[in-house]
């Protein structure tokens, strides 16, 4: 079982849908959380950190459940420009080093 | 921010060469960065931690005489590829962790082609 697993869509949804993406992770010891975006052909961007309290920032928002150890990011009022893959990451409080989930492919229509 | 840079952003080399990629952090100090490769439709996969003054730590699976990692300073390490093959051919990412330790910057990747 992988460490981080996300559904590799891909989503195709108009422009203004709402959309949401899952995420799970199986270590327990797992201390924090993004949501990261990548664009084609390009490094990986944080979109935002995740946390217990759940956090907004704009149009989207992320959550965490620890006791489901699961992670989910809501877009809202989708714009073109929000076409990527957006990566659930889960790392470990101390060591640095992150674990990068496979990837969700999102693709807004016009 | 912070910075990240890749040097070089692609390159293509024949089979059986060796290829030097070199990732700096441009305004802070890092004593540990991390390479990852992200083959197409895939994520990005930890190959290694590399220590500042130490030995590199590799993930189950790579070979670590085959993907030399040297962290000689606290703002450069280089990842080489010994011997490429076509199966090297890749995207490779470096990083390093932001003073906080909460986040990674990343660089703009190499994409190396092996013919």
Known sequence: RKEVEQDPGPFNVPEGATVAFNCTYSNSASQSFFWYRQDCRKEPKLLMSVYSSGNEDGRFTAQLNRASQYISLLIRDSKLSDSATYLCVVGRLGASKIIFGSGTRLSIRP | ?115
């Not at chain 2, 590399?50 to 670590?64: F, H």
């Open chain 2, 1 to 115: 921010g912070a910075v990240v840079s890749q040097h070089p952003s692609w390159v293509i080399c024949k089979s059986g060469t060796s290829v030097k990629i070199e990732c700096r952090s441009l305004d802070f100090q890092a004593t540990t960065m991390f390479w990852y490769r992200q083959f197409p439709k895939q994520s990005l996969m930890l190959m290694a931690t590399s220590n500042e003054g130490s030995k590199a730590t590799y993930e189950q699976g790579v070979e670590k005489d085959k993907f030399l990692i040297n962290h000689a300073s606290l703002t450069l390490s280089t990842l080489t590829v010994t011997s490429a093959h076509p199966e090297d051919s890749s995207f490779y990412i470096c990083s390093a962790p932001g003073t906080s330790g909460e986040t990674q910057y990343f660089g703009p990747g190499t994409r190396l082609l092996v013919l």
